[in-house]
């Protein structure tokens, strides 16, 4: 975290939180918290956790252990206030199908003390979503429009967002993002948001949390995440032991591979030093680059870094 | 705890009214409007009440029960999730939908009565009246204390099919009793007919006891049912 964020009140707190399901996975001690004013992106391949996180903040499933707290509050025992403070997107659409744009607005306002009709009518003029209009009538992304146009219209301190750019085009991303943005500009509020799209990290997300089947890998401020990682790239005789010994994840193909190493394990490849070496000659057997955000996920997730999670 | 109970209590009635509010009133209206219309024209007609009140009664059996459905569709239970009610709250709104659809059942279970008494006889049996709608008052708890925990705990179909067994399973039950009775003691079935007898012409304190007995009945089947419903609803993930 940095130290800005370090001094800030905590918009949402995750504490030890473990979920067990019959099926055998287990979402395992998770811990992360994000700060007011931030916007932190929740990341992690399918079936990583991302959306039971998400629902066990929202109490629509039971957690076996930890604790929740929203703006301070207990997301169970303060569930009325906590949920009157949070606005929900999900990756599809809650609203009854039949019910009109207007109609969801009439179920929506009285849920709500601080609903504001005029904010409302705002959103739905700046999305083109037509009142008349019946929900099933909308497309995949109006249809999330119109649970983002219901979620920023009472005044919600934090934003809860589930795959909302999945159904988007890239200016309907774009928006969004704009739109993210100026929410938390005020420094009181804050998004919490799962993504596939590591694209709309790179431009909106001040924080990852990133999970991958059911433990918690990394959280802490985004360009960290990116730094702590490179990927180290060679033939395909070059995967030496030294390499394999320090490699999070490793990805074979025909004409080589890549793998993803710690930015503190760099140097104990033998490789790379020779790469220092003998680069001036142009022979470098082992080259290591940044990683981006899909690197990581890409990489931490083959069967590799699998076994080593398993035995971590 | 009000502003909660309220909100979903109105959730619930928008669910309901998904479909269209207008189909709703003229099914309400429109029985005890035919009522009147069959009564005016052809005089008294001693089958029109029992039809009337059969109708608005399944009508309204079926009404709390939409709710469940909209739920069912799509992922309209995750806005159960998203709202700012508790689950207790949310479960008490739904009773008092019911609680709404047992009012409306009384008024229109004495228009249609009293209507056809009044067509029949030119005169209303206050009596009468008064046992009609509570016997169906009384059924109709007793039906919805069945189904909701069922709807709460399974989905809308399987909660039907598993009423149905239920109904099945009592009536085999009744049948195999009577059966057993026939055979064994066959003085007792007709002790039993001459008690239904004797309850039917029940009048002034026999009365007041049984309607008691009939609203207790009830009572406990509701606090029954909602202790039911709400141990299933707490324990549900969505």
Known sequence: ?312 | MMTGVLRAFGLDMRRIASQGMFLILVLLIGFPMAMVLLGSISGGTSYMPGAAVGGVSGMLAMLPLTAFTFEQQGQNNWMNGVIPVRRIHQVIGRYLVVGACVLILALEVAFCTGAGMWFESGAIQFPGLAASVLVTVVIYVLLESVMLPLCYRFTYQKALLTMMFICIGLGALVAAVFALLAKLAPDAIDAVLSWVVSVESLSGAGMIWLALGGIVLAAFAAAVSFAASLCIYLAKEF
Do not use: C
């Open chain 1, 1 to 312: 975290m940095t130290a800005a964020a370090d001094q800030s009140p905590m918009a949402l707190s995750i504490t030890g939180v473990i979920k067990h399901y019959d099926s055998g996975f287990t979402l395992d001690d998770i811990t992360f918290d994000l700060p007011a004013g931030y916007i932190m992106g929740l990341i992690g391949p399918n079936g990583a956790g991302k959306s039971t996180l998400i629902k066990l903040i929202l109490n629509m499933i039971h957690r076996d252990a930890g604790e929740i707290h929203v703006f301070g509050l207990d997301n169970i025992a303060a569930e009325e206030t906590v949920k009157e403070n949070l606005g929900i997107v999900f990756d599809s659409s809650y609203f009854i199908e039949t019910w009109t744009v207007n109609k969801v607005e009439q179920a929506m306002a009285p849920m709500y003390l601080a609903w504001d009709h005029a904010t409302f009518d705002g959103y739905l003029t700046r999305f083109g979503l037509d009142r008349k209009k019946r929900v099933k009538e909308l497309s995949r992304g109006m249809q999330m429009k119109l649970m983002l146009a219901v979620a920023l219209s009472h005044d919600a301190k934090l934003l809860v967002l589930d795959e909302p750019t999945s159904g988007l085009d890239v200016l309907a991303r774009d928006e969004l993002m704009d739109i993210l943005q100026n929410y938390i500009a005020d420094g009181e509020r804050s998004v919490l948001f799962s993504t596939h799209i590591t694209a709309d990290l790179e431009r909106a997300a001040d924080f990852i949390t990133y999970i991958t089947r059911g433990k918690l890998y990394f959280t802490g401020p985004k360009d960290e995440f990116e730094e702590s990682f490179r990927l180290v790239k060679g033939g395909p005789d070059d995967l030496a032991p030294d390499v394999r010994g320090v490699a999070v994840g490793v990805h074979r193909y025909e004409t080589g591979f890549d793998a993803l190493v710690r930015a503190e394990d760099l140097g104990k490849i033998a490789g790379l030093k020779a790469e220092e070496e003998e680069g001036r000659r142009g022979v470098a057997p082992l080259t290591a680059e940044p990683a981006s955000i899909d690197d990581i996920i890409r990489l931490t997730n083959t069967d590799d870094a699998a076994r080593a999670m398993e035995v971590a």
